[in-house]
């Protein structure tokens, strides 16, 4: 059997995360796993957790720790046998060593995007609820105006995406991720990327992901 390969995408909101996580996965067949995603379906299906969590995603904070935790780790149980890739997840040292108790991850790709930048994008996303596809007016359109391509269905704006919550968001991320970073970077899996435009990005991760599944030599890394 194939080496089973795990990475997470980090990244502050409106980075590109989901964007790129999506182009991983088509591009090279990780399961992807979101950690907003879980947690906005536990908000819609009102779970005991999804009404705990509801107004923490609504004032932009981070959900706390045990509820996330408890939330991600049974999901990556049940893919013991799968490679994947984790979109927003570990966010806190606390989140990153509960996941190192489970396994070692392989890759660590962090996004640095300019807040002017991510303002700008997040305040023109809409988003297909029950899918989770993601638009934005510019650079991914629907070919309806707020409808979903594949279903037609209304498309939504995120709560957590008005300008008090963002804010409240992006200062939340600098805190809480740096540590993160700093302990990814010592175990030597973490790429950065940086720049203000996802297609510029993609075609580094892309090569980067290429080299590693299909173990060339470990010095074909690039960043950007
Ligand atoms: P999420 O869902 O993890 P965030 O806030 O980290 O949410 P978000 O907002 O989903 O991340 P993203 O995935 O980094 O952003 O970015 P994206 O959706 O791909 O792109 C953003 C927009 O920009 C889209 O409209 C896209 O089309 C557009 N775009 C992309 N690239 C470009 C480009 O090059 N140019 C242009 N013009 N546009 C582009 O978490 C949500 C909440 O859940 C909780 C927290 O409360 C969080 O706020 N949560 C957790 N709490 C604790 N611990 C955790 N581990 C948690 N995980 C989630």
């Not at 805190?175 to 302990?183: E, G, T």
Request: glycine share 6%; aromatic share 8%; with cysteine.
């Amino acid at each position: 059997m194939a080496k089973l390969f795990r990475a997470a995408i980090m990244g502050p909101p409106g980075s590109g995360k989901g964007t790129i996580s999506e182009r991983i996965a088509h591009s090279f067949g990780l399961q992807y796993l979101s950690s907003g995603r879980f947690i906005r379906e536990g908000i819609a299906a009102k779970t005991e957790a999804g009404l705990l969590v509801r107004s923490y995603v609504e004032r932009g904070m981070l959900v706390p720790d045990p509820v996330v935790i408890r939330l991600v780790l049974p999901k990556l149980e049940q893919l013991s046998n799968h490679s994947w890739l984790l979109d927003g997840f570990p966010r806190t040292l606390a989140q990153a060593q509960a996941l190192n108790n489970l396994c070692q991850l392989d890759l660590v790709i962090s996004l640095n995007i300019p807040y002017e930048t991510l303002r700008e994008r997040l305040s023109d996303r809409w988003i297909h609820p029950s899918s989770g596809r993601v638009y934005n007016m510019s650079f991914n359109p629907p070919q309806v105006q707020g409808k979903d391509d594949v279903t037609g269905e209304p498309l939504i704006q995120h709560d957590d995406d008005k300008p008090e919550a963002l804010m409240a968001r992006l200062r939340h991320y600098k805190d809480v991720a740096k540590p993160v970073i700093d302990l990814y970077k010592s175990q030597g899996i973490l790429h950065s990327f940086s720049g203000t435009e996802t297609d510029r990005i993609w075609p580094y991760i892309n090569s980067l992901l290429s080299a590693k599944l299909h173990t060339q030599p470990s010095d074909s890394r690039q960043t950007q």
